[in-house]
């Protein structure tokens, strides 16, 4: 997901009473919330769809989950020890407990791998013992719908907490209800790829049903882009999308000579191959066909075909 919503997470988390435990528990939420997302660093050194291969994995796994609050517990302890060797402390500070820094942060760290699994891109959870992708297909990257409850709920909360008045509350509402629209998309979701996967006319599908993908759309929560297909062809909502079999295509050769390429095939969960007007032939996944995504950070170049038979799907 987004970083504002796994902020408001974070700050939901804090008001829902959790700030209570602690000095600077805010910080060790919210920045918690959004830690594992350090990986987004690999833009100085990674070109290209280099960072498909990157993104969503080591910061994602167990090991960084249980380091990364760490750091940020030991972190913010030291801020708030020399805040006081200053003199400058704020006052109403509540007293700093390492133990409590570090449960928030790992709590909010926690947070963020939940979220993530929600949406069609993916992440990989057990890195690095292992790079399987995991998706939920249940929302889309950026949700308005939750940024209007919890950024509300937020503004809310913390206004009743400046008037002295029941501020726990109004969080603790706002994340059941987020996580009930969370379930309500789950159950949309499941609902859709099943229909698709096992109704009456699934053998009509203009390119099967090996893989059935319901991708949550930006506003429309109740909709769902239907992706289906496999092996290089695939179709959304039913129309076909450009693509040709990967039957007798060897990559192991490309991907060992371009590291582009061998990313983006790590990373891809619904791959093919597109023919443009000028006769060069890109990789691009399923998920990313509509107008206005994708583009260059979800397609590579191919410098030729790797499949025995080059004619078109």
């Known amino acids: 997901m987004d970083n504002l919503t796994h ?30 997302d350090v990986d987004a ?3 100085f050194w990674l070109e290209g769809t280099e960072h498909l291969g990157f993104r969503r994995g080591i910061t994602h796994g167990p090991p960084a989950l249980l380091l990364l609050p760490l750091i940020l517990a030991g972190l913010l302890w030291g801020w708030d020890r020399w805040q006081t060797s200053r003199g400058k402390r704020p006052e109403k500070r509540l007293p700093v407990s390492f133990k409590w820094l570090y449960m928030l942060s790992f709590i909010g760290c926690l947070s963020h791998p939940a979220l993530d699994w929600l949406n069609v891109y993916g992440i990989r ?6 790079s399987r992708w ?20 937020t503004w809310f909360s913390l206004r009743r907490e400046k008037k002295g008045g029941d501020w726990i509350k109004p969080a603790r509402v706002a994340i059941a209800v987020a996580l009930a629209y969370i379930g309500l998309n789950g159950a949309i979701t499941y609902q859709a790829e099943t229909r698709v996967a096992h109704g009456d006319h699934f053998h009509e599908l203009p390119t099967g049903a090996e893989m059935v993908i319901a991708s949550p759309p930006p506003i429309a929560f109740w909709s769902r882009e239907i992706i289906t297909g496999g092996n290089g062809m695939y179709a959304s909502d039913g129309e076909v999308l450009p693509g040709r079999p990967l039957d007798g295509c060897d990559f192991s050769a490309l991907r060992a000579a371009d590291s ?3 990313a983006f095939l790590m990373w891809s969960r619904a791959p093919l191959i ?4 000028d006769g060069s032939f890109w990789l691009r996944d399923a998920r990313f066909m509509m107008e206005g ?21």
């Open 7 to 36: 902020s408001l997470v974070g700050a939901l988390l804090g008001q829902a009473g959790l700030k209570k435990k602690t000095g600077l528990a805010m910080p060790a939420l919210i920045i918690g919330a959004n830690l594992p």
């Open 41 to 43: 660093a690999c833009f």
């Open 125 to 130: 959870f057990l890195e690095p013992f292992s």
């Open 134 to 153: 995991f998706y939920g297909d249940t929302l889309f990257i950026i949700d308005v719908w939750l940024w209007a409850l919890m950024g509300f709920a």
């Open 260 to 262: 582009q390429i061998d």
């Open 274 to 277: 597109v023919e443009l007007e």
């Open 293 to 313: 995504q994708g583009g260059a950070n979800f397609s590579v170049r191919l410098p030729e075909l790797p499949c025995e038979n080059s004619s078109d799907g």
